[in-house]
């Protein structure tokens, strides 16, 4: 309809300009469907399967929590197995640092995004019943939990606005080694880090 | 037999035009099943091994949370280069392997594409199919003295395994959809409970990665992703997503829970190196191991596999006397890229005392190091490696006079 109304010379020219430069600078774009296979799934369906969160937060749904609340629903959704206060149990690994092995309080941790905590409580949290928490229960749990690793204070509120703008205390630690793979690229020596 | 004839040529008929119209294909396919009654009902309808092979079995590894469990495969104990399906390693970092029903899963592809589209298991098995042998490892495989006693090939070696794969190469799922500009990565997706996730840069998807849904000639296994998994040739385990049901096209990773820093493996000046994707060249002598005895001086063939996230195994040695000397291997032919690849090499024992080792090399030039040399790469002791991932270095066995056999790695 844009074009139509649109139905200058010079406007004709732009498009077949950019339809131009479209075919000759990516050839290997045009991929017309060959097989004809599989359904158009609508927009609420991929809207509810969507539900990754990456590291800057665009995906974050409305919703907050405060680390009191999140005490509350750490209490009644997550102590049984990850402990009082974070600390684990002889079945399971504690939370502090976040994603270490072994619950002791050291300088930083293996998660490089606050982002990646609350994706991975929303999606699998808790394991009794994955995927049933509130968006707000989850804000709740990954206030408490950040709060427990010492990361926000206890007046803190997490959602949409502040979690991407959380800093984990070891962000600036990790090296993502093949980040920019391609076809063929040699291996890195050994796959060792070198100093 | 007249009438079944007659009705076998209407069935014939009717599947033609059906088959016409394009719609008839699966029905056709399972019309022609015999129907259950003329099933076998003991185990000889699925043949089971020898009663008296009661040895080849998964051993349940240390696994690390409530969530994980870790079955190992009993190298020791095959041959040639394929694992039996039922024997495949399992390292999950999932809540419980799911019941999934064939006919309700769907594959949804959706993000920086043109068409997003899902599909049924059905329309995934109508497009053109490839097969492949690769083998899969998990990146936290041969942490050196793994184990009760670490004198098991199957307990430090066992989290790997190799299989013929058959399915659909993503790079057709991804142009069926068309893949924008400016995409560069791709998110999958499991339908387990956790819903796994995993990034996979978009060149390896549009290059040699696999949607399965076979694994040596059936489908596959519940534990290994039925109905559907990926299956990303030479790299990680981690990143072949089992279940699939979701992959999202866009242009950053989405730093989710097992690839931010959950797999990342921390240096020791603090740093932690994560998204090390392809793995490297490393061989095992699998016969005789740590934990077997030989009965006796004599002639012995000794066996075992390699594998290289690099492609191809081009050569490898064996050594008698703990690294001092080499001599080229035998390769089982033909050697299949990112597969595992059967070695063999004469021997004679005298009696004694001995250390066997192996030393894989492949198409990209690079040899599997000792764990010195991979120590000194790094700036660490060896003992650093009894925590750390990715280890590659040469596995070394110690033959005593009794002929017993211990890992002599540390």
């Known amino acids: ?195 | 037999m007249g009438s079944h004839h007659a009705d076998r040529r209407q069935f014939l008929a009717e599947s033609a035009a059906l088959a016409s119209l394009a719609v008839g294909a699966v029905e056709s396919v399972e019309a022609q099943a015999p129907p259950p009654e003329a099933r076998l009902k003991d185990n000889l309808a699925y043949g089971q091994p020898s009663r008296f092979d009661t040895t080849v079995r998964r051993a349940l590894g240390a696994a690390s949370a409530i969530t994980d469990t870790a079955l190992t495969t009993p190298l020791q104990d095959l041959d040639g280069i394929i694992t039996p399906s039922g024997l495949h390693f399992l390292m999950d970092h999932v809540n419980g392997i799911p019941e999934i029903d064939p006919r309700q899963h769907r594959l949804l592809m959706h993000g920086m594409v043109d068409r997003p589209l899902t599909f049924t298991m059905d329309e995934v098995r109508r497009f053109p199919s490839v097969s492949r042998i690769y083998f899969l490892e998990c990146n936290a495989n041969s942490r050196p003295l793994r184990g009760p006693n670490g004198d098991s090939v199957q307990l430090v070696h066992g989290r790997t395994s190799c299989s013929e794969w058959t399915g659909v190469l993503l790079s057709v799922l991804l142009k069926e959809c068309g893949v924008k500009a400016g995409a560069s990565w791709i998110v999958a997706e499991g339908s387990d409970a956790n819903k796994y996730t995993m990034s996979i840069p978009l060149s390896k998807a549009m290059d040699d990665t696999l949607v399965a849904y076979a694994q040596n000639g059936e489908p596959v296994r519940p534990h290994n992703g039925y109905p559907l998994r990926l299956v990303v040739p030479g790299w990680e385990a981690i990143r072949s997503v089992k279940w699939l049901s979701r992959i999202a096209v866009g242009d950053r990773p989405a730093m989710a829970w097992h690839e931010a820093g959950n797999n990342a493996d921390t240096r020791p000046d603090g740093k932690a190196l994560g998204f090390r994707f392809a793995l490297g060249p490393k061989s095992i002598i699998t016969r005789p191991s740590g934990g077997q005895r030989l009965p006796g001086r004599g002639f012995y063939e000794i066996t075992g596999l390699a594998w290289t996230g690099g492609g191809a195994v081009t050569r490898v040695d064996v050594s008698v006397d703990g690294g001092k000397t080499y001599r080229e291997a035998q390769l089982q032919q033909p050697v299949h890229r990112y597969a595992h690849t059967r070695f063999r090499f004469a021997w004679e024992w005298n009696g004694e005392e001995a250390v066997l080792q192996s030393r894989c090399t492949d198409e990209q030039g690079e040899v599997q190091p000792t764990i010195a040399e991979a120590a000194k790469i790094l700036g660490v002791t060896p003992e650093y490696f009894l925590q750390a991932d990715h280890f590659n270095g040469i596995q070394p066995w110690r033959i005593n006079r009794d002929g017993s056999i211990q890992n002599a790695l540390l």
């Open chain 1, 1 to 195: 309809m844009l074009f139509c109304e649109r139905n200058s010379v010079s406007t004709v020219v732009v498009v077949v300009g950019m339809l131009t430069v479209l075919c000759t600078a990516a050839p290997a774009l045009a991929q017309g469907p060959t097989y004809r296979l599989g359904t158009t799934p609508s927009a609420d369906e991929i809207k509810a399967r969507d539900t990754a969160v990456s590291p800057d937060g665009r995906e974050l749904p409305q919703g907050s929590g405060t680390v009191k609340e999140g005490a509350s629903v750490y209490a009644q959704k997550c102590q049984a197995c990850h402990g009082l206060n974070g600390t684990g149990t002889p079945l399971h690994r504690g939370l502090i640092p976040l994603g270490n092995s072994k619950p002791v309080k050291i300088q930083g941790s293996l998660v490089p995004y606050a982002t990646t905590v609350w994706d991975f409580i929303n999606r699998a949290m808790p394991s009794t019943k994955p995927g049933s928490l509130t968006p707000n229960e989850v804000y709740a749990a990954t206030a408490y939990v950040l709060f427990l690793n010492e990361i926000i204070k206890e007046n803190d509120v997490v959602d949409a606005t502040t979690l991407p703008q959380i800093k984990m205390p070891n962000r600036d630690n990790f090296i993502a080694v093949e980040l920019d793979w391609k076809p063929g690229q040699r291996r890195p020596l050994g796959n060792y880090p070198r100093r």
